[in-house]
């Protein structure tokens, strides 16, 4: 079990950058895989990027890769996600996730087993 805490979120213009980062607790921190993921207002949670547990490999979604970037520090237990040249349809709840299977990293929502509370990203034109 671990237990997840996303913050760092707000409402920024387009172009601006933000960094929300994820706090874990409870378990292991590098027993597992990690993923941001993110919900608009009636559309489909989105894979946004993930990171295996050395941080050594990440993945990200088309519409993100290039101005996001995911790291993590586990000598302090947190998820970080940089998020540069903000867009409009970037606005969602963003939600840190962990991961306890064998891969070294997941795409679907699926195969995540814990997830945060989620932080509000907004991004105005």
């Known amino acids: 079990q671990v237990q997840l805490v996303e913050s760092g979120g707000g409402l920024v213009q387009a172009g601006d950058s933000l960094r929300l980062s994820c706090a874990a607790s409870g378990r292991t921190f590098t027993a597992y895989v990690m993923g941001w993921f993110r919900q608009a207002a009636g559309k489909e949670r989105e894979f946004v990027a993930t990171?295996?547990?050395?941080?050594?490999?990440?993945d990200y979604g088309v519409s993100v890769k290039g101005r996001f970037t995911i790291s993590r520090d586990n000598a302090k237990n947190t998820l970080h996600l940089q998020m540069n040249s903000l867009r409009p349809e970037d606005t969602a709840l963003y939600y840190c996730?962990?991961?306890?299977?064998?891969?070294?990293?997941?795409?679907?929502?699926?195969?995540?087993?814990?997830w945060g509370q989620g932080t509000q990203v907004t991004v105005s034109s």
């Open positions: 990171i295996s547990r050395s941080g050594t490999i990440s």
């Open positions: 996730a962990a991961a306890t299977g064998g891969s070294s990293w997941y795409k679907d929502s699926s195969d995540y087993r814990y």
